[in-house]
């Protein structure tokens, strides 16, 4: 694993990145021939197919997981008190001493370390993490697994479009991936510990009532759109399309994909005997039957009080589970085809507090990335051993992790989308990070 900290490395813009929509936005109707030979050689050639990524997974540490115990220890200085460190699979790379399995696997992603955001209250911080923007009044942005979502083709499984939500979010804490003001179609399917059946997917009544109560819904669907202005084709509300989506979901075979309790015993118990663990499987079962994004949330990382006990505890739970995951992925050919992302809401500081606790630290934390054809084994940006500064001197912005994750989709994150306050917003305002691709 490689240790980078120079801003040319992963902050720089490159200005001259060309991609289809940015090159043609502005042909409109007017087709190539305004352009020279070059620039018509240029954009055609950024028409020919790329290989990207289709899914994304979102393992979320909801509460602020302390860097300085997971993937950014310093042992031996007086800020980890007493917190041990283990060596990777990568020389001079250490990891906290709960991720053993991880360490195992580091060559397989990267760890941005000198992560920087501007919210260090929960739900302000979870919001910009999950948006990349920060909270603005009278406008609500959609999660980063919206964006995909709205931004990507529909997934197709077998030669149709996917029976199942392209965007799920299992065992949500607080802030599900949401829609924003793309709408709520590209909310997350939210779900609870994949153990138990997927809810509100069977019927409660026997066919011929429900048949009848579905044409009663007919008359008054029928009644209500005529005179208003239909939202999709045909005449059709968005309401209707909504119902036949929740019934087709009810009668496929897809939903196998939320199961894990048919799964081989071996593979299980490799993810461990948690809720994060049974979540984690799902995700994979998920991906792998198409879906575009899946966010797993592990809860109970705001460690004020005993930082180290509570950390440990919550590490044993992710830790299997998370390099389950990456073996489950690389075993069936779908690790280069997804981005893992292992995101917090924020750091904690370098220092303990009365209570043996960490409080709340928005200036350098870590974030993985990996998979989907980013580049792994290294450790990006640095923090302070000592624990005097604040931020770090090479900082990747919140924002940037996002530009990052769209850019390697293929998404032009720079393109405007209009809201309904009709503002003309960038999908983000970041930078990718070019050391990772």
Not at 119 to 129: T, W
Not at 405 to 410: S, V
Request: aromatic share 6%; net charge neutral; glycine share 12%.
């Amino acid at each position: 694993m490689n240790q980078i900290s120079s801003p040319t490395d992963f902050t720089e813009f490159d200005r001259f990145h060309l991609t289809r929509r940015s090159l043609l936005r502005g042909a409109g109707l007017a087709g190539l021939g305004w352009l020279t030979p070059l620039s018509q050689h240029l954009a055609l050639g950024a028409e020919k197919k790329v290989s990207r990524p289709k899914s994304l997974i979102v393992l979320w540490l909801q509460g602020g997981a302390s860097q300085l115990e997971t993937f950014d220890p310093h042992p031996g200085k007086e800020i980890s008190f007493g917190s041990r460190a283990i060596n990777t699979a990568v020389k001079g790379i250490q990891f906290g001493e709960g991720l053993p399995q991880t360490a195992e696997l580091a060559n397989e992603f990267s760890v941005l370390r000198s992560v920087v955001s501007k919210e260090g209250d929960h739900a302000r911080g979870i919001y910009n993490m999950k948006t990349g923007f920060r909270l603005f009044p009278g406008l609500v942005h959609p999660s980063v697994g919206a964006i995909l979502c709205h931004e990507l083709p529909v997934p197709v499984t077998g030669g149709q479009p996917l029976d199942i939500p392209t965007h799920i979010s299992i065992l949500p804490a607080n802030h599900p991936g949401r829609g924003g003001y793309l709408g709520a179609q590209f909310d997350a399917f939210q779900v609870g510990d994949p153990v138990n059946p997927v809810p509100d997917v069977l019927a409660r009544v026997k066919d011929k009532r429900e048949q009848n109560r579905r044409q009663s819904l007919d008359v008054l669907e029928t009644s209500f759109a005529k005179g208003r202005i239909a939202n999709l084709e045909g005449g059709r509300t968005l309401h209707r399309t909504a119902i036949d989506n929740a019934r087709r979901m009810m009668s496929s075979e897809q939903l196998a994909a939320f199961n894990v309790k048919d799964r081989p015993a071996a593979e299980q118990k490799a993810f461990g005997d948690s809720r994060f663990g049974r979540g984690c499987l799902a995700a994979l079962g998920l991906v792998e039957a198409g879906v575009r994004c899946v966010e797993v949330t592990l809860d109970g990382w705001d460690t004020h009080i005993n930082n180290h006990e509570n950390t440990a505890r919550k590490l044993s739970e992710f830790d299997p589970a998370f390099s389950a995951l990456i073996r489950g992925l690389k075993e069936r050919d779908l690790y280069d085809d997804t981005i893992v992302m292992v995101g917090t809401e924020f750091g904690r500081t370098p220092k303990i507090n009365v209570t043996e606790g960490r409080d709340h630290w928005p200036h350098a934390f870590s974030i993985l990335l990996g998979g989907g054809g980013l580049q792994g084994g290294q450790a990006i940006g640095e923090t302070d051993p000592s624990g005097e500064k604040k931020e770090p001197a090479k900082p990747i912005r919140v924002e940037d992790v996002h530009a990052t994750i769209l850019h390697q989709f293929g998404v032009d994150y720079e393109y405007e989308l209009m809201t309904p306050i009709g503002r003309p917003l960038p999908i983000s305002e970041g930078r990718h990070v070019r050391a990772l691709g």
